[in-house]
């Protein structure tokens, strides 16, 4: 079973070149062969995770993703052309990386298709004769009338009959085992399919909910501000930090509503490690913050605007456009545009706790800024990725593929009949301690019989 | 704040100390009663070593911050220096070669003491952040260190393979290197199911099974490279010192894992394991 040519197939076309006849369809068939036998090589396998492995340490060096006067200020000129030519600042996503895996997947396909589905056609077992046999490591002679003791014996732990004649017997331990490897390289097909999957279909985005906020829509990522409706709307009902009396943190909890056609379907608590699945979204607690909230009285009404927000009324524009938590000194600000009697625009500060600059006169309106609250905001992380639960399967059949391969003891028992005896011998590959456990139970089930 | 189950894991590495002194003492007497009592003192010490982790647990909900102690660089070194002395027990019909339980042994004393002696290691218990509350952390850092367990394993017996002294006490290269496969049956699965359960953890911490942050990345790679030995091994027929070769690389790629991601690069995983 060690060293196996890893191309079984191409020694069979090689037989057929012998013919006179020059057949294109031959020839049609050496190219798919030797194409086969190029990407279900383990040479290729073993340069193309090498290569794998490497470029990923390259990518832990360097910064992934990072802003671009980050790499400006690193690197020298050359190596940042280089850097954007083979988009290492992004390897993974990178063309070339993404064609790496796409090969190793070809690669394992290709391989586990030739060598444990075509090779299982022809398979035949033989006896390995008498002097192997009784070189193996456990390997012993009976007396030939003893076989009718002996099989019971042997069938208790190796239940399989996998050959039978008249020269002997072979039987296997656990013969499923052999299921392991191929099922160790399809779970990895169907983890590379899944995150594929994942890749085409999927997206990610992020919405912003102050208490209170009803939102149907949030944020793509790296898609600057184009948004996508969730299908549904979402209300946040509260959101709280608790911490430790240490002061770390101790959970973030955004409560939200999920509302469908005016109607609250559902209620949930999102934390860290508890998101919200709907409809195939999911949503994950990932950031929260503070936005201070200006509550202005502008000509005796009062208003409350954020940051950013519009104002208008009779033709008067304002829009608080930057807040500073403290002016030196003074105590928080927020600086604020608008349009002046002609139409020019214009900004002006505002400052809380300096009565001399709580109030301004701005193109005609009494405008007063009576306090600036923190609003808290959370952030939440909307993810919908349709390869999670071939992920998953991917996942659960590479265990169950490690388990089979690695711990289910396989092996078998030769037993070959001579004139005058019986040469019963076992070999197990991987598991070849517990493997001599099970063979000589076998020989001490027989000692209470045989004096040999 | 100086707890029990600091004074129990100082007893701990103490005992770590004699297991090696113990070993001394055989290679100069070749006695096989020696032998014999350092599996006990070995045994001993698990339990003790066990209790003081547990300790630590009970400590924990004593502060009211209760949770298992596999949160932190202190714990996590104090767990990885079980796992090993765990990994010996598991193998002790194989190991009857005391050169391997000692350099086994001093690497759970390395990390045992790293762990209690650096200054740059907080030993306090921490209250969980938001992020490690979950039963993946458990799961996920079980398994990782079980499979780096048996990889300091393998690599000792890697770097024996080397070692080119005719000394009596040194096993023959076949016994080094059923042990190296051996170690790395374990490793390999159990590096494997650490990254899965790492990856279902991310999927529902940080809402992304896989996000390439450079500790995933990395053990991706020590991965890649221990898969690269079992078919080297399996497929081609390697042997000998290219596959204990692959092994000791292996090995650095683990280390640089666990430690040099964490000091040498940043990541999701810099707060903490
Ligand atoms: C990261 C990807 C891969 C992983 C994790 C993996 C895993 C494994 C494992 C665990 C074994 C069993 C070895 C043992 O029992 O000691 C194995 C065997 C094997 N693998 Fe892979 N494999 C991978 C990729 C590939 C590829 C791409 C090929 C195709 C050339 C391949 C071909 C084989 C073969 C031929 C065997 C030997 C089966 C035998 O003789 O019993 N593997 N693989």
């Known amino acids: 079973m060690l060293p196996k040519e890893p191309l079984p197939l191409q020694n069979a076309t090689n037989a057929t070149r012998n013919s006179d006849i020059e057949d294109n369809s031959i020839k049609e068939k050496n190219t798919i062969n030797r194409l086969f036998g190029f990407f279900g090589s383990v040479k290729l396998t073993v340069f193309i995770l090498s290569f794998i492995a490497i470029t990923s340490v390259l990518g832990t060096l360097i910064k992934q993703n990072a802003p671009a006067e980050e790499y400006l200020s690193t690197y020298s000129e050359t190596i940042i052309r280089i850097i954007v030519l083979f988009k290492l600042y992004d390897i993974y996503h990178a063309p070339w990386f993404i064609g790496a895996v796409v090969v190793f997947a070809i690669n394992l396909g290709v391989c586990t298709f030739t060598r444990f589905f075509r090779k299982k056609k022809g398979a035949s077992f033989s006896l390995p004769d008498e002097k192997t046999l009784s070189n193996m490591e456990l390997s012993f002679t009976l007396n030939k009338d003893l076989e009718g003791v002996l099989l019971p014996l042997i069938k208790k732990s190796f239940k399989k009959k996998i050959y039978d004649s008249d020269d002997g017997l072979i039987y296997e331990k656990n013969p499923f085992s052999k299921y392991g490897v191929p099922l160790i390289h399809i779970s990895i097909i169907v983890i590379l399919i899944g995150s594929l999957v994942g890749l085409i279909w999927g997206y990610k985005g992020f919405v912003v909910l102050h208490k209170g906020d009803i939102k149907e829509k949030f944020l793509l990522r790296g898609e600057g501000t184009k948004e996508m409706g969730l299908g549904f709307a979402i209300r946040c009902k509260d959101f709280n930090i608790s911490y430790y009396p240490n002061g770390s943190p101790k959970d973030y909890v955004t409560t939200v509503e999920v509302i469908e056609k005016g109607r609250v379907i559902l209620e949930k608590d999102i934390r860290v490690n508890n998101p919200l699945n709907y409809k195939g979204l999911h949503l994950y607690q990932s950031s929260y913050g503070v936005s201070p909230l200006f509550m202005f009285k502008i000509d005796g009404k009062e208003v409350n605007l954020k940051e950013h927000d519009e104002y208008e009324t009779q033709g008067f524009i304002m829009i608080p456009i930057r807040f500073d938590a403290s002016i030196h000194n003074f105590g928080p600000g927020v600086q604020v545009a608008y349009l002046d009697n002609n139409g020019e625009p214009k900004t002006a500060w505002f400052l809380r706790d300096i009565p001399k600059m709580k109030q301004r006169n701005l193109a005609g309106k009494t405008v007063m800024l009576e306090d600036i609250k923190e609003d808290l905001w959370t952030g939440l992380e909307v993810t919908y990725d349709p390869g999670v639960s071939i992920v998953w399967t991917g996942f659960a059949l590479l265990l169950l593929g490690l388990y089979i391969n690695f711990f289910v003891i396989s092996g078998r028992v030769y037993i070959r009949r001579l004139p005058d005896a019986l040469i019963v011998a076992g070999i197990s590959i991987k598991h070849k301690e517990r493997f001599r456990i099970a063979f000589e139970k076998i020989m001490r089930g027989l000692n209470g019989t045989d004096p040999s | ?273």
Request: proline share 3%; glycine share 6%; with cysteine.
């Open chain 2, 1 to 273: 704040m100086e707890l029990i189950h600091h004074k129990i894991l100082g007893l701990a590495t103490i005992i770590y100390v004699i297991i090696l002194l113990l070993h001394f003492i055989y290679f100069a007497f070749k006695k096989e009663v020696i032998f014999k009592t350092i599996w006990w003192v070995i045994y001993i010490n698990f339990i003790l070593h066990t209790a003081g982790i547990i300790f630590r647990w009970i400590d924990s909900y004593r502060l009211d911050i209760g949770h298992a102690p596999l949160s932190n660089l202190y714990e996590s070194l104090i767990f990885f220096s079980w796992c090993i002395c765990l990994m010996i027990i598991l193998m002790k019909k194989r190991l009857t070669y005391p050169i391997i339980t000692m350099f086994s042994i001093i690497g759970a004393l390395f990390f045992i003491a790293y762990a209690s002696l650096s200054p740059g290691v907080d030993k306090g218990i921490q209250p969980l952040i938001p992020a490690l509350q979950s039963n993946w952390l458990h799961i996920h850092v079980i398994t990782c260190f079980i499979s780096y367990a048996a990889f300091v394993i393998s690599f000792i017996c890697s770097i024996l393979y080397f070692v080119r002294v005719d000394w009596s006490i040194m096993p023959d290269k076949d016994t080094l290197e059923e042990i190296n496969y051996k170690s790395i049956m374990v490793g390999f699965p159990m590096l494997s199911a650490g990254i899965l359960t790492g990856a279902v953890w991310a999927h529902y911490a940080w809402g992304s099974y896989w996000s390439w942050d450079p500790k995933e990345t990395w053990s991706l790679i020590t991965w890649i490279v221990y898969a690269l030995l079992l078919h080297a091994r399996f497929v081609k027929g390697w042997r000998g010192n290219r596959l204990a070769l692959i092994s000791i690389i292996g090995f650095f790629s683990v280390m640089f894992t666990y430690f040099g991601v964490n000091f040498l690069l940043s990541g999701l995983h810099s707060y903490a394991v």
